[in-house]
């Protein structure tokens, strides 16, 4: 099974940085999805295929990254973006996820 | 609008069994492959199952293969989770989740989950 390993595992941000998420994968894949969760709320994908915003998701977020490694930005972070964040390969069986990356407030 | 809803968790003893269900509305139903992800107290995101569109293609996770078993009526737009010789690691919250499109294998429309709690 491919290996996800996200960093690092808790980012503390002010409001309006630029933040960068990592996601790194055992072996080499070609789709990988991020997704986003609030506490006591269950997860929303924001990106897939690496990099394709889903539906209704702001043009702060976004994705890049092939291969191995792939990253999840937000250009400039809203309070609502606090929450914790899971990148998954849909790319190869079973289907796996980081361990997450929780953004917290500076 | 799409909405999955799932139920049937609850409090099990260990070598238990549990049936849980998702419901789907707002979508074509038979069109899409459904998934469970499962969530321990605190900890991140599992994978679990897939069971394709037409019922056909069912997949487990290694850690839940020859316990589990997924199924689905699309008569009824649900799909079920069979669990049996449940073990205090399959303690968790239970999602149900629909493919953005099979075959892309990312979730775009998640239920609330329902909780497991294998203990004695």
């Known amino acids: 099974e491919i290996v996800m390993t996200q960093s690092p595992a808790t980012l503390s941000v002010s409001p309006g940085e630029r933040v960068t998420l990592s996601c790194k994968a055992s072996?080499?894949?070609?789709?990988l999805a991020w997704y986003q969760q609030k506490p006591g709320q269950a997860p929303s994908l924001l990106i897939y295929?690496?990099?394709t915003r889903a539906t209704g998701i702001p043009a702060r977020f976004s994705g890049s990254g092939s291969g191995t490694e792939f990253t999840l930005t937000i250009s400039s972070l809203q309070s609502e973006d606090f929450a914790v964040y899971y990148c998954q390969q849909h790319n190869n069986w079973p289907w796996t996820f980081g361990q997450g990356t929780k953004v917290e407030i500076k | 609008d799409v909405q999955l809803l799932e139920s049937g968790g609850g409090l099990v003893q260990p070598g238990g069994s549990l049936r849980l269900s998702c419901a789907g509305s707002?979508?074509?139903?038979?069109?899409?492959?459904i998934t469970w992800v499962r969530q321990a107290p605190g900890k991140g995101l599992e994978w679990v199952s897939v069971i394709s569109g037409d019922g056909h293609s069912p997949y487990y996770a290694d850690s839940v293969k020859g316990r589990f078993t997924i199924s689905r009526d699309n008569s009824k737009n649900t799909v079920h989770l069979q669990m049996n010789s449940l073990r205090a690691e399959d303690s968790a919250l239970y999602y149900c989740?629909?493919?953005?499109?099979?075959?892309?294998?990312?979730?775009?429309?998640w239920g609330q989950g329902t909780l497991v709690t294998v203990s004695s």
């Open positions: 072996q080499s894949i070609g789709k």
């Open positions: 707002g979508f074509t139903f038979s069109n899409f492959p």
């Open positions: 295929g690496a990099s």
């Open positions: 989740a629909k493919y953005l499109q099979a075959p892309v294998a990312a979730f775009d429309f």
